[in-house]
């Protein structure tokens, strides 16, 4: 079931929205050669904390922390490891949640450890293009528009630059989601579609957008943990994520970083 916010209920969102992304400030800072996987996930449980959140993934589905750490290789789920330790030139994507006054927030970013010198230029247009594709997405979330408009927006981007989109593998689906009281809700947002198909977009509606690219063939599978998602061929994957409510203006990102906020129709996402 596909639920409509209230504008009350986006505030509440908005509110559980910027504890994140102050987190995730703090993250991109924390992440460097020498920390763990761990290390990273004791760093945003810590802060949530001390703004008053909950960490929104820690037990839902039963899963057993507060963040989602992927590296190289590792689409998205990758479960925090204290024998887990970064090196200079991985490619890491933190995925987090926040809830607060029973309100959701999702979000992710993908960053080179050690910084973007580490990093190949074909490494460097994965990570740039799965954000463009990002901000492409939210774009296209307004008012009459349909939900095909904004998976057919994401997944021109991996087009254009020749990248794998995961969104469809052996009979599974993975992408954004609507996102409120729960941390997923109706309907699904994939990385690829048709432009003018799908649900009507109207104000209210909240999702999670997230782009998840490869450098390789968009296959995925699970280790068993029963959580880590990696490519199947072993090519490096990045994944962004913001939090979206549409207004009557046009798109609100909830989970905006200092430098990308801009104004409702215009998000200013440039600074990473």
């Not at 230029?121 to 901000?135: F, H, K």
């Not at 021109?156 to 996102?179: F, K, M, N, R, Y």
């Not at 490096?236 to 990308?260: C, D, F, N, Q, S």
Request: hydrophobic fraction near 40%.
């Amino acid at each position: 079931m596909v639920v409509q916010k209230t504008p009350q209920e986006i505030e509440l969102m908005a509110r559980a929205g910027a504890i994140l992304a102050a987190v995730h400030e703090v993250l991109r800072d924390a992440v460097r050669p020498g920390m763990t996987t761990a290390d990273l996930d004791a760093v945003a449980t810590a802060e949530i904390a001390a703004r008053g959140g909950e960490p929104g993934f820690l037990g839902t589905y039963d899963y057993p922390a507060a963040t989602c750490i992927s590296v190289n290789d590792e689409i998205v789920h990758g479960i925090p490891s204290a024998t887990r330790r970064l090196r200079a030139g991985d490619v890491v994507s933190v995925d987090c949640g926040v809830r607060w006054a029973g309100y959701h927030s999702d979000a992710a970013c993908t960053w080179v450890v050690g910084g973007r010198d580490h990093a190949d230029e074909r490494t460097l247009t994965l990570i740039d293009a799965a954000y463009e594709a990002l901000r492409r997405g939210i774009v296209a979330l307004r008012p009459g528009n349909r939900l095909g408009d904004v998976s057919y927006a994401i997944g021109a981007v991996a087009e254009q630059h020749g990248l794998g989109v995961v969104a469809e593998h052996d009979g599974h689906t993975i992408g954004g989601h609507g996102i409120g009281r729960e941390l997923h809700e109706d309907p699904q947002v994939l990385g690829r579609g048709r432009p003018g198909r799908g649900m009507r977009l109207r104000p209210g509606l909240v999702f999670a957008i997230e782009p998840m690219f490869v450098l390789g063939a968009p296959a995925w599978r699970t280790d068993p943990d029963g959580w880590t998602m990696r490519s199947r061929d072993g090519s490096l994957a990045a994944h962004w994520e913001h939090t979206v409510a549409i207004t009557p203006a046009g798109p609100r990102v909830l989970t905006a970083r200092p430098g990308e906020r801009g104004s409702l129709g215009e998000p200013a996402l440039a600074a990473r």
